[in-house]
């Protein structure tokens, strides 16, 4: 041995990384410790004179045979590459290995440069499942998560996110935080933003503007995102609050209505019969029949009560519902218990919409109203559908006295409920809640003659959120 070569191998003796030379057919002729200690050999002579196929695994065997020809033939390096190794006590391993052409002792050699990533690859697999399950979990729950980065741009969300906007991957990524929002809220978004990095938290209330152009009122609650002593971003949850905020309004429509009613038609009931008690026969039925209409009202108040928390109180969802369909079935039944009045149906042959369960029995309330207030010889009642374009329109029209503006002021304005201005019953109460909780608008207006007009505007269904 020359002294060039007793020095490369001394070099390579006291290599950490494992350093192996072999010749054309893939025998090995050398290695150092390092190799020993990956292969699980006790001595040198356990390796030299053993095919390097031995170690790998079969699936890699032709990628090695390939390589082992570039290298002794062609004179060619390769790698690193990826392989599995099986050592001599059956343990598995991964490596990745450069090989280059050399010589030793006057012939050709292929020298193989090793790396064990086995431990390495272990812990990315764990942090991998790790990263997988934690994306899962965020994926599971139905509130919006979402990351904001230092620069106010939305960094990483949720699927919930992707399912309440109809947004793709793609649309999300062009878009400013404020663009999932309405117009009017947009600003007070940004604020909120900021307020979280400057005091580390902040909690607002904000109606989304989904890509069909529904609006859902949502809370969100952010928090500053440190890493160290540095800043990174804001995270945080968003809860839809459809439900929450008309539990408030209900119950706060219902504790004035109640105040108000229960206590005058008991104070009636009470009053007529004191009166039974002194007045003759000939006035005792007058009291009985004001006692009796008394009685209809509470019970009148409480039957369209126990409908709205039926509404608020039970996560019912929306489902596709032909609402042509159930409007024609609906004042068919009006027809033959009314055969006074006069009920149109205007519309296309079908026009399916996504709402709420409860819808029909709200469309039921409304046509029911319009002929119960109308004392004229031929109530009329004319509903006509609008489905030409997103959303779907359902306008109910009739031919009887206005509606007094306190009976549906709430809907627009929730804060002007108090204990004197509130409306005298539930049941427009109860067709908003059901119009609302199906992501829908409700309006109520004269009629462009005479009358009244109320608009209930239903988000259209289709098959899928990229054809909205």
């Not at 007070?188 to 989904?210: K, Q, W």
């Not at 949850?237 to 309004?249: F, K, L, N, P, V």
């Not at 206005?402 to 009976?407: K, L, V």
Request: include cysteine; proline fraction near 3%; charge should be negative.
């Amino acid at each position: 041995m020359d002294e060039s070569e007793r020095r490369y191998q001394e070099l390579i003796q006291t290599s950490p990384a494992p350093i192996n030379l072999f010749d054309a057919s893939g025998e090995i002729v050398w290695g150092n410790d390092a190799v020993l200690d990956l292969l699980c050999l006790d001595s040198r002579e356990d390796l030299i004179g053993r095919s390097i196929f031995e170690f790998i695994q079969p699936e890699d065997r032709f990628t090695a045979e390939s390589e082992l020809a570039e290298v002794v033939t062609e004179k060619e390096s390769t790698g690193p590459t990826r392989m599995q190794l099986c050592t001599d006590s059956g343990e598995e391993r991964t490596i990745r290995v450069a090989t280059a052409p050399g010589k030793y002792k006057g012939e050709d050699i292929g020298q193989a440069v090793v790396i064990d990533v086995t431990r390495l690859d272990r812990v990315e697999n764990e942090l991998r499942e790790e990263r997988e399950f934690v994306e899962k979990a965020l994926d599971t729950i139905d509130d919006v998560f979402y990351v904001i980065d230092s620069g106010g741009h939305l960094e990483r969300w949720n699927n919930a996110l992707l399912d309440v906007t109809g947004f793709s991957e793609e649309e999300v990524l062009t878009k400013n935080v404020e663009d999932f929002f309405v117009e009017s809220d947009a600003s007070n978004v940004s604020d909120s933003i900021s307020r979280a990095f400057v005091n580390g938290n902040d909690t607002l209330e904000a109606v989304v503007e989904t890509k069909s152009g529904e609006h859902i009122p949502y809370e969100f609650r952010k928090k500053r995102l440190t890493m160290g002593e540095s800043v990174v971003g804001v995270v945080g949850i968003g809860r839809d609050i459809t439900q929450q905020r008309s539990r408030e309004q209900h119950l706060k429509a219902v504790d004035h209505l109640l105040q108000h009613h229960l206590r005058n038609q008991l104070n009636v009931i009470r009053g007529n019969a004191d009166l039974l008690a002194t007045e003759d026969d000939e006035t005792e039925s007058q009291h009985l029949s004001a006692i009796h209409r008394s009685a209809e009202k509470l019970l009148s108040l409480f039957d369209r009560h126990q409908e709205i928390v039926s509404q608020v109180l039970v996560e019912s969802g929306r489902e596709q519902i032909d609402i042509v369909a159930v409007l024609r079935d609906l004042l068919g039944e009006f027809r033959d218990d009314y055969p006074q009045a006069e009920f149109r149906l205007t519309s296309p042959d079908t026009a399916p919409v996504f709402a709420s369960s409860y819808i029909e029995q709200s469309l039921r309330e409304l046509v029911w109203n319009a002929v119960k207030h109308n004392n004229s010889a031929t109530p009329e009642v004319h509903v006509v559908v609008e489905a030409d374009s997103a959303p779907i329109e359902v306008i109910l029209r009739d031919s009887g006295p206005p509606i007094a503006q306190a009976e549906y002021a709430f809907i627009e304005d929730p804060a002007s409920l108090d204990s004197t201005s509130h409306p005298s019953g539930l049941g427009l109460w109860a067709a908003n809640l059901a119009v609302t909780y199906s992501r829908g608008t409700f309006t109520i207006r004269e009629g462009s003659t005479n009358g009244n007009e109320i608009v209930i505007e239903l988000p259209t269904a289709v098959d899928d959120w990229e054809d909205r």
